[in-house]
């Protein structure tokens, strides 16, 4: 009885963390739906392993582990990678409060190449950089969820960060004014 | 450190740069870093696009897990809806029967709970009556006994009022405030 309400409670509370992560990591929706539920299933059997807090560390990190097995099999695979479009929602913050549609199209089109972006970094550094900037884990928890020192996450989201901006410098702004 | 150095753009002002970006740094770097800006136009236009793409970054939240994935799996679905339809008379049931050992314990500490509490506040029953000689005998004898307490608390007071705050407290005063003002007067003359 103890363990369904637990177990509902980690489902609600992790689930978007899970998928998110996923998505960004396998840029597939089938298979980050795939990693999704295998973790909410390994959850369920591992429940009398982990308390309550420090749930978010074994989630993240099993899902990371899940993630790099489908990556490793998918090596040979071919023609399996969606448009960034078909994974993700338009999922950004609206926290400008504007109406203006002018607006909205450019935060719409930035938020859509800056995943594009991420999606092309390395593995190694984008697992840091989802994990820190939109999962927002701290750096002690990332280190536990990824079996890395702390030091290398820093290094691991510098490195993502120049990347991105790398990426980045073919949007240029005149495309929108 | 050269004035020209200072502003040149090398990697430890890179890294600098990109904390300041992403609002991570400290108040002394982001000084370094918008001095340079303002002298350097390519550590600018660098701070610049950084911030933007922090700014961006920043907008990014998480994707909602489509409710297909908890709804078309088998075993996630029998778990969650095992949880959702158990109702107060299946988790009693569960309580009573599935687990006997807990509601024979449960039940006989109850029992004992009823039985103690009936053996401690059982009611008194007073066999002994006085007369009433004995009761008026007995109050004129509390009435003395208080008289006493009331005569002595007035000669206390009357005490305290009349000989020690008079004769141990004002008086020294007194005399320290008059020879206080002969010094005074002496001092002034």
């Known amino acids: ?177 | 450190m050269s004035r020209k150095k200072y502003f040149e753009l090398n990697e430890e002002l890179h890294t600098k740069i990109i904390s300041v970006a992403y609002g991570e740094s400290s108040l002394a770097e982001k000084i370094q870093v918008l001095r340079a800006a303002s002298k350097n136009k390519t550590i600018r236009d660098l701070l610049n696009s950084y911030t933007q793409t922090a700014n961006a970054v920043k907008q990014i939240r998480e994707e909602e897990c489509p409710e297909e994935i908890l709804n078309n799996n088998a075993e996630i679905q029998k778990i969650i809806s095992s949880n959702r339809n158990s109702r107060f008379m299946q988790d009693l049931y569960s309580i009573l029967f599935a687990r006997p050992l807990v509601s024979a314990v449960a039940s006989f500490v109850i029992v004992a709970a009823i039985v103690v509490s009936l053996i401690v506040n059982k009611p008194i029953q007073y066999s002994y009556k006085y007369s009433n000689a004995e009761i008026v005998n007995a109050d004129q004898k509390a009435r003395h006994a208080l008289l006493i307490i009331g005569k002595i608390f007035k000669d206390t007071q009357t005490t305290l009022q009349n000989e020690i705050l008079r004769d141990m407290v004002a008086k020294p005063i007194n005399n320290g405030i008059g020879i206080v003002n002969n010094i005074l007067e002496g001092e002034l003359k």
């Open chain 1, 1 to 177: 009885m103890f363990e369904e309400q637990r177990y509902s409670f980690l489902i609600q509370q992790y689930k978007n963390k899970i998928y998110t992560y996923s998505s960004y990591m396998l840029k597939n929706k089938m298979d980050a739906d795939d990693v999704t539920q295998e973790v909410m299933i390994r959850i369920w059997k591992n429940l009398d392993k982990f308390n309550v807090l420090a749930a978010k560390t074994w989630i993240m990190k099993t899902t990371n582990n899940l993630c790099i097995d489908y990556l490793r099999k998918r090596k040979a695979a071919e023609g399996r990678e969606n448009e960034i479009d078909d994974v993700f929602e338009d999922s950004y913050s609206m926290d400008h409060n504007s109406d203006n549609p002018y607006l909205i199209t450019h935060f719409k089109m930035m938020a859509s190449k800056v995943k594009e972006a991420v999606q092309r970094l390395p593995d190694n550094l984008r697992s840091v950089f989802v994990l820190y900037e939109i999962e927002e884990l701290k750096y002690k928890e990332i280190s536990m969820a990824l079996d890395i020192p702390i030091n290398t996450v820093k290094v691991y989201l510098l490195r993502a960060r120049k990347k991105l901006q790398e990426e980045l410098k073919e949007y240029e702004p005149q495309e929108i004014f």
